[in-house]
């Protein structure tokens, strides 16, 4: 048994872990942690909040059940309450996790399927707009398309951006050493071909444009919705 | 008509509202998804200029006077497209209904288009409700709100046979437009309520019909680009783009009006204020001001005035068949189509 209660900061540490998976962000940054508490007991109390009462219910349930997952494996927490405030379905999520049920037990009568599908469907979109992300300094510096088709994760040099596309790819069981195509199809894992490659990355592009402008407006409408900072959250680059 | 600088622009806002979400119009037992709803609306407000907010009292109900003045005389639109949505499970008498657009249509002959909708579980008695709205008002658009509650059902998808049914109907009975809008709630909720396929195949097995994706499949612009690619019937509408993007988050309202001028084109983009979430007002301004700020965005097709002619009110003019003053018309081959036909064929090894 634990003698010692967990910190917030343990708490606080183990939710950067949590990301929208729309948005392939940490809920910390995105401010979507109002409080966060741990009893001297080891009983650790998660609220979050979201950009407006109608967000959809998926993905909000796949927040917090990823948060009440992250919390409960802290060291030091002895029980975990995760709390989504002032959503339409937040008795029904809220309870559906206390419960440990899955989200067709929460929703009964109104979802056929769990969310694994879904969340491997966002983590491929996450995939192509961190791709993106990558190529846009290697193309700015002078780099054609045709040396990108050639490049291999381990000839590209260390960034976060890199790091966190190598992460998702390895999330999605997809090819992510050293020796592996810079360029894959995030669905089959494989190469992608020097003609096919300027379609991929303008669609790369589109991908990471649209992830970021829902990720700005989202932040633009919870800072009109609440005006008070989260915990954890960090200023977007403007 | 909006002047700047010696060139006119024809305006159509193609995307407002008359809504009443006062609380005397909340359903009983269901108070907090009408509230939740107009407060969500009220904070998409909040991106605009903060001159232009409201309080939330009278952004609950406006009067037939504020909407005359903000939107035709202090805010330059020739003619406006009422988009109803009903949402009657949370307000008494419907948020936004075809007869409260109606009524206020015909006190002001002229300035509006009145579009009607319907949802394809109302079955029967939908199809005559469809029916006798394009009767008394002359319907020629339909809005579509796919996420709306009915009866225990918390949305559809125009994959439906019922849905194929009504759009059929519509088109017996002279409707030409058809306007998405894709909201979160739809069943079945382990599926991605914002997917957009359902309009590709509709655009597809509909030809004659022009579907003009409201928000531009906001969250889901991506999907909406690749779909618009292959479907010649297929507009984005620019609502809450411009109102919510262009004040608030200028650089990646460039990116966004980059994207969707590079895949969909200027000649299928109509603007729509969205009001009463947003004034035409600064918005029309703005957009008429408005370019890339940087060198950042010059892979991006190029604006002029053509394009803000089209978007702001030719585009939409043509599909409704609105007559355009000759002051404000364009030469047959002024502007450029969509460059993304261009990009399947950039050469091996080119710059992208």
Redesign the interface.
Known sequence: MTTFAAQVSDVLAALEAVRDP?LDEPVTELGFVSSCTVSADGVADVRLRL????????FAFLMVADAYDAVSSVEGVRRTEVVLEDH?ASDAINSGIAARSG??ES?EG??????D??RR?FLR?AVLAGTERVCRPL?AAGR???DLAELTLGEVAPSTDLERLRARRAELRLPSGDDSPLLVDAATGEAVG??A???H???A???S??M???G??CR??LR??YGTRGLGEVEED? | MYEKDGEKYFVVDSHMHYWDASPANWVAGHE??AK??I??FH??Q??GPPETHWTIEPFQKYSEEDLMKDVFEDGYVDVAIFQPTYLKEWYTEGFNTTERNGALSEKHPGKFIVNTRFDPRDSDLGLKALEDNVARWGSKGVKLYTAEWNNGS?GWTLKDPGAYRFLERAQELGIKNVHVHK???I????????DVSDVDHAATDFPELNFIVEHVG?????DF??MATQEPNVYAGLSVVIG??MH??P??FA??M??LL??VGEDKMTFGSDYGIWEPKWQIEGFVDWDYPSDEFSDYPRVNTATKKKILGLNAAKLYGIEVPKEAQLPADAGAPAA?DD??L?E?????
Do not use: H
């Open positions: 729309e950009p407006t009462y109608f967000c959809a219910p998926n339409f989200f067709v929703f109104l979802a056929a399927a769990e969310l599908e879904l469907d979109k193309l054609t398309t045709d020097v003609q490659l300027p379609l990355l303008r669609r592009r589109l991908t444009v649209n970021e402008a829902n700005s407006m633009g409408m009109e919705r403007q | 907090q998804y939740g709803w407060e969500c904070a998409y909040g991106l918390r909201g979160p709630t069943w079945p909720l382990d599926k991605d309520a914002f906001l969250p889901r612009i991506e680009c690749f919510g993007l608030a988050r650089k990646f990116k966004v980059g994207e590079f895949w993304q990009a399947m950039v091996d090894g080119a710059r992208v």
